[in-house]
């Protein structure tokens, strides 16, 4: 079985916004393609709470081979509640927007042997744990870093994306 580590856990972006989902999500597309992971929505689930708002739950899984014995995961989970539509006005131009309580948490995990190759008998597993000790030690350490580099990047694009639409003037339907 491969061995995972959490580099980062339940990082949070937390915000009351009046945002576009739909951008919201071609931000983290391109993000996620421009880094090269490979990743899927494997959740969604929402639930009319009346008034013609809806609370959304959604999750991203965001995965990168960085070698044959290594592989990146980035793990999001949305939690949305009381979306509903609203219109920004920007210049003289107003787009259809969304608003609510958004809520996202991020997880990094890196993930060692995720081929299982040197789970066959209690020798390998010995030389997995001594390879990872004493032969690959920085370079784990290194890619390390660099996950937890990626995940605030990822983070902080959002972050900005989101603080766009604090600068418009904002008309609810």
Not at 14 to 36: I, T
Not at 47 to 61: D, F, H, N, Q, S
Not at 95 to 122: H, T, V
Request: hydrophobic share 40%; net charge neutral.
């Amino acid at each position: 079985m491969s061995e995972k580590d959490f580099i980062a856990k339940n990082l949070k972006i937390k915000q009351k916004a009046v945002f576009d989902m739909g951008e919201l999500y071609k931000v983290m597309y391109r993000w996620f393609s421009r880094n090269n992971y490979d990743f899927q929505e494997k959740e969604y689930f929402e639930t009319a709470m009346g008034e013609g708002t809806k609370k959304l739950e959604i999750g991203w899984y965001g995965a990168r081979k960085i070698s044959d014995y290594v592989k990146f995961h980035i793990n999001v989970k949305f939690l949305i509640i009381g979306l509903k539509n609203a219109e920004v006005q920007v210049g003289n131009i107003k787009r259809k927007a969304n608003e609510g309580d958004l809520e996202m948490r991020f997880d990094a995990i890196i993930e060692k042997d995720y081929d299982s190759k040197f789970e066959n008998s209690p020798v390998t597993k010995f030389f997995r744990e001594f390879y990872d000790k004493f032969i690959i030690r920085s370079r784990l350490e290194g890619y390390e870093d660099q996950l937890h580099e990626e995940v605030y990047e990822l983070m902080a694009e959002i972050k900005s994306f989101l603080n766009l639409f604090k600068f418009q003037e904002i008309r609810k339907d």
